[in-house]
Nanobody, 122 residues
């Protein structure tokens, strides 16, 4: 059964760090791009970062550039999102999703995880 499972969310103080994981099962991660998205209450789901399959290129939203780092471990079938210097405005449910490539539109991603809550607050 094809599945994406996020983990690693939690409550952290401003300036702190978290590492999110997106574990894939039922398919080989090597052949797909994986995007990270987030959705805050009352807001649209927005793209945060993406890592491509073939060349490993990475992409970041302007709001997280220099603070977040996406990486993949194909042997573990897992993609990570290292989040540093977290801000209250990073508070959201974070989702990972599978795509044939790193698309801008969230509608191009075909499988999604259930999400993990990240709360940045003092």
């Amino acid at each position: 059964q094809l599945q994406l499972v996020e983990s690693g969310g939690g409550l952290v103080q401003p300036g702190g760090s978290l590492r999110l994981s997106c574990a894939a099962s039922g398919f080989t991660l090597d052949y797909y791009a994986i995007g990270w998205f987030r959705q805050a209450p009352g807001k649209e789901r927005e793209g945060v970062s993406c890592i491509s399959s073939n060349d490993g290129n990475t992409y970041y939203a302007d709001s997280v550039k220099g603070r977040f780092t996406i990486s993949r471990d194909n042997a573990k079938n897992t993609v990570y999102l290292q989040m540093n210097s977290l801000k209250p405005e990073d508070t959201a449910v974070y989702y990972c999703a599978r795509g044939a490539m790193c698309f801008i539109s969230k509608y191009e991603y075909d499988y999604w995880g259930q999400g993990t809550q990240v709360t940045v607050s003092s």
